[in-house]
């Protein structure tokens, strides 16, 4: 069975401030796929980041960046000098391969991100 | 590009009716899924639609059904509905044909039983 664990249910902070989402999954496949999204207020869930189980490097695009350790089955997310629009519920996320018969997002249950100003 | 697009935003319904919810893929995406997510349970699949054939379902009971048309659009019907229902129902779509492809999600559509 799969499973993704965010143990942070809510972090404030305030902008500028750097912040860290943890993200820990547990999954028998040897082969699978992580992601991050963030879910404004609106509802919608955005697509931040993708990364496949046999790619170890990290990854940094702008404010964000992100940590995946296969050894600790670890994916955290970074948000540097965070601002207030980057307030959201993020959300961790895994699948396993499409060969599996088992391609659906098993999702962590979320993080409430509030930036103060 | 256009994203996914989901009809309608909100519904109101009672117990004992049944309700379709819409959505159209990104242009080109063949796979269709459906997830609900309740304050309660998270964000829970639903079932997955691949070229008008599902292809992975979830632990849903039988009321919730799906179909996927030939244009890629597709359905969730929820028959007999209960108060356990209410949700907001996310549909989200993808190229399909690789494990590694994103899902990407419309707005959603909100669903309260009274």
């Known amino acids: 069975a799969q499973k993704v664990t965010q143990a942070q249910t809510e972090i404030s902070v305030v902008e500028k401030e750097d912040v860290t989402l943890d993200c820990v999954y547990e999954?028998?496949?040897?082969?699978?796929?992580l992601f991050w999204y963030k879910q404004p207020p609106s509802g919608e869930l955005v697509f931040l980041i993708r990364?496949?189980?046999?790619?170890?490097q990290n990854e940094i695009s702008g404010r964000y960046s992100w940590n995946f350790q296969k050894s600790t089955s670890s994916f955290n997310f970074t948000i540097t000098a965070s601002q207030v629009v980057d307030s959201a519920v993020y959300f961790c996320?895994?699948?396993?391969?499409?060969?599996?018969?088992?391609?659906?997002?098993?999702f962590g249950s979320g993080t409430r991100l509030q930036v103060q100003p | 590009k256009a994203g996914v697009t989901q009809t309608p935003r909100y519904l109101i319904k009672t117990r004992g009716q049944q309700v379709t919810l819409s959505c159209s893929p990104i242009?080109?995406?063949?796979?269709v899924s459906w997830y609900q997510q309740t304050p309660g349970q998270g964000l829970q699949f639903l079932f997955e639609?691949?070229?008008?054939?599902?292809?992975n379902k979830g632990n849903f009971p039988g009321r919730f059904s799906g179909r996927q048309f030939s244009n890629s659009r597709s359905e969730m019907n929820v028959s007999t509905l209960e108060l356990g229902d209410s949700a907001l129902y996310l549909c989200?779509?993808?190229?399909?044909?690789?494990?590694?492809?994103?899902?990407?999600f419309g707005d959603g559509t909100r669903l309260s039983i009274l």
């Open positions: 989200a779509s993808s190229l399909g044909d690789s494990g590694n492809q994103p899902q990407h």
């Open positions: 999954t028998r496949d040897t082969t699978y796929y």
């Open positions: 990364r496949n189980s046999f790619d170890e």
């Open positions: 996320a895994l699948i396993p391969p499409l060969d599996t018969g088992r391609r659906a997002l098993t």
């Open positions: 242009s080109g995406h063949r796979s």
């Open positions: 639609y691949f070229s008008e054939t599902q292809r």
